[in-house]
């Protein structure tokens, strides 16, 4: 066969390569771990009893609010980062915006409360059952979001792209977590919510390598 054959044969009947699957697949595959978060949420842990008060309802205003920020971005900086060679066009620091705002306006808390406050708005009650809680409920959202990345995309970067892939799986988790959680505080929710939130992260970037391999 001729090169010029060979050219024209496989140049026949190309179809044209979809770009916005990647994004689709990502997408979906967040709101399914997402959905997975909340029934876990529900079923294991409950719903915080007094969601009626206007004060409670604000306050989970605020952790949804600093959670979705969290799964907006990482889903955005990971959907980047599933394409061979993404972590090139990708700025990982735009994932830091949630974790700073959140530390800003904790920071401000505890400025304007007494010191002999500061123990109890940091610690809170409900501390360990948030450092277990949030991880443990990841799980299953990391896992969806893993299988999607080896199914639809082909990072090149797989320690970072498993760490964005931690990230949004601990932002889903704390968001379903959130509705169960009755600790308010700014400081609370910045040390507990964030940090838990940057152990998924890690944990996501250590096995990134060995779950993501092509």
């Known amino acids: 066969m001729k090169t010029d ?30 959905g997975g978060a909340l029934v876990t949420a529900l079923l294991t842990l409950g719903v915080r009893p007094d969601l009626h008060e206007p004060g409670a309802l604000a306050f989970l205003g605020l952790k949804l609010a600093f959670t979705a920020g969290i799964v907006l971005m990482a889903s955005l900086l990971l959907t980047r980062l599933a394409r061979p060679g993404g972590e090139r066009r990708t700025r990982p620091i735009l994932a830091l915006l949630p974790f700073a705002a959140i530390v800003l306006l904790a920071g401000l808390s505890l400025a304007n409360a007494p010191s002999t406050h500061w123990e109890a708005m940091i610690v809170g009650d409900m501390w360990l059952e948030c450092l277990v809680s949030i991880p443990t409920i990841a799980i299953v959202p990391f896992a969806v979001i893993v299988w999607a990345v080896r199914r639809f995309a082909a990072p090149t970067d797989l320690a970072r792209t498993g760490a964005f892939a931690g990230l949004a799986a601990g932002g889903v988790s704390a968001m379903g977590y959130a509705l169960h959680c009755m600790d308010d505080s700014l400081p609370f929710i910045a040390l507990w919510y964030g940090g838990t939130i940057v152990l998924c992260t890690v944990a996501g970037a250590l096995l990134g390598p060995r779950l993501l391999r092509w």
Do not use: C, K, Y
């Open 5 to 34: 054959d060979l050219i024209n044969m496989l140049s026949t009947n190309v179809e044209p390569v979809d770009r916005g699957q990647l994004r689709r697949s990502l997408g979906l595959a967040v709101a399914l771990g997402a």
